[in-house]
Each structure stands twice: as structure tokens, then as C-alpha cells.
């Protein structure tokens, strides 16, 4: 788990939220976003706009569903409870309604390997899950089915959730997951982009996951000309 004291936490959770609106990922008081704590998560209180929220209204919440405060959590702590009570490897969980990301989650419709960044979520696609009705056990299941190897999908006729160690990457991410789905919006207008294989894929990832432990990718063709000077 990442390392934060309590208040710089919470600071940082809302200065999260409010740049979430900022950036145009999210309207109004949909949305939402929890982390990881020592005592279980915090959590966004629901019906809060963030231009209003303060750190000491995030809600203090447990992985026993029980909550500390007078404002109630998100309706949809269920899936955040879950994703980190599953997801070892993340600390942030994030939702937003973002525009494009929600197009094609209302066909229900996965984002297929059409651009090598698609890969930044993990895998060769960012599945969109079943949907079922928001707040309810069964959309927290459905969203653990789709993020199953994944830091992020869709969720269908919904919106988005993007995983992170932190809320700046959880949000970076939200951020890449949006702008794959307006080029892949733009994209089918022409008709069915080509896809790139799961071998291509499985490069691109890889080389992905060596740039984030701070290692330049060293598969063949690249970075075979760019040296370090002496």
C-alpha cells in the first residue's frame, strides 16, 4: 500500500475529484473515487459535488461494508469495497461517466486492440461488463469479471472504472481509457479499424511494463540508436 498520512490523503483525494470535472471526464456529482487506507478506504460521500467537498467529508469506510460519519458513502461502494479487497495490486479505484467511454458502454461494446495504447490498461482489450443496476452486489460482480487481468473497463449502459497505486495514476488512467474511446468512436465511422494481434500486443506490454520500472524498452528495432552518452 501506498504511504500517505491522513490529511495529505484526503487532500489529495479531492484535488483528485475536482480535476476529474476539470479535465471533462466527469459532470456534476457522478463519479466517484476511494483509496486504500490502514483502517479499510476512503471513499467520496454520495450527492457532493466537488466543488463543494472538503477533505473531512471523504467517508471513512470498512471491508465490512460499516462506515464512521455523518455523510453516507457513494452508492457504489460495493464495487470499490470489492475491486480493493480483491486487487492487492491497486490502492485507488475510480469511476467517472465519461463521454466517449460511456458511448460505447451504452452498446456495450469492448475496446479491441485497434491502437497499441490499449494495452496501458493491461491487456489486448478494455472489456466492457454486463450491466446490471447501479449500487447493487451484482454490478460489483460484473465489474470484477471485466477487470479480471485489467486496470480498467467499461460498464455497460454506465460509465468507466480506472485502477492505480494512486489517484494521479488512477486518474491518468481514466484520462487514456477516454481518449481510446473518442479515437475509437471516430474510428468507426470509417467502418471496423484492423486489430493489431495478440503477439503484437503481448510486445507492446511488455515494453510497457519495462518503461514503468523505469527501463527503456530493449526489444529488437527499439531504442537500438538512442545511447547514453559517455
Given at each position: 500500500m501506498t504511504t500517505y498520512d491522513e490529511t495529505t490523503l484526503r487532500n489529495e483525494m479531492v484535488a483528485t475529484c475536482r480535476r476529474m470535472n476539470e479535465t471533462g471526464i466527469n459532470q456534476g456529482t457522478a463519479g466517484n473515487l476511494s483509496v486504500r487506507n490502514p483502517k479499510g478506504f476512503l471513499i467520496t460521500p454520495t450527492s457532493l459535488p466537488y466543488d463543494r467537498m472538503q477533505p473531512d467529508n471523504l467517508v471513512q469506510m470498512y471491508f465490512d461494508g460499516s462506515f464512521e460519519g455523518e455523510l453516507r458513502p457513494s452508492?457504489?461502494?460495493?464495487?470499490?469495497?470489492?475491486?480493493?479487497?480483491?486487487?492487492?495490486?491497486?490502492?485507488?479505484?475510480?469511476?467517472?461517466?465519461?463521454v466517449y467511454a460511456t458511448t460505447l458502454a451504452v452498446h456495450h461494446k469492448t475496446i479491441p486492440s485497434f491502437h497499441y495504447m490499449t494495452g496501458v490498461a493491461g491487456g489486448t482489450t478494455i472489456r466492457c461488463a454486463r450491466y446490471a443496476t447501479f449500487g447493487t452486489q451484482a454490478l460489483s460482480d460484473a465489474a470484477l469479471e471485466a477487470l479480471e487481468g485489467r486496470l480498467a473497463c467499461l460498464l455497460g449502459q454506465h460509465g468507466q472504472i480506472s485502477l492505480g497505486k494512486t489517484p494521479a495514476k488512477a486518474l491518468a488512467l481514466a484520462v487514456e481509457v477516454?481518449?481510446?474511446?473518442?479515437?475509437?468512436?471516430?474510428?468507426?465511422?470509417?467502418?471496423?479499424?484492423?486489430?493489431?494481434?495478440?503477439?503484437?500486443?503481448?510486445?507492446?506490454?511488455?515494453?510497457?511494463?519495462?518503461?514503468?520500472?523505469?527501463?527503456?524498452?530493449?526489444?529488437?528495432?527499439?531504442?537500438?540508436?538512442?545511447?547514453?552518452?559517455?
Open positions: 452508492s457504489e461502494w460495493r464495487f470499490h469495497r470489492d475491486i480493493l479487497q480483491k486487487r492487492t495490486d491497486i490502492d485507488c479505484v475510480l469511476h467517472c461517466h465519461s477516454e481518449t481510446l474511446s473518442r479515437l475509437y468512436v471516430q474510428a468507426l465511422t470509417l467502418g471496423e479499424p484492423p486489430i493489431l494481434s495478440d503477439e503484437e500486443m503481448a510486445r507492446v506490454i511488455t515494453q510497457m511494463k519495462n518503461m514503468s520500472y523505469g527501463q527503456a524498452p530493449d526489444l529488437e528495432g527499439v531504442n537500438d540508436t538512442a545511447r547514453k552518452r559517455a
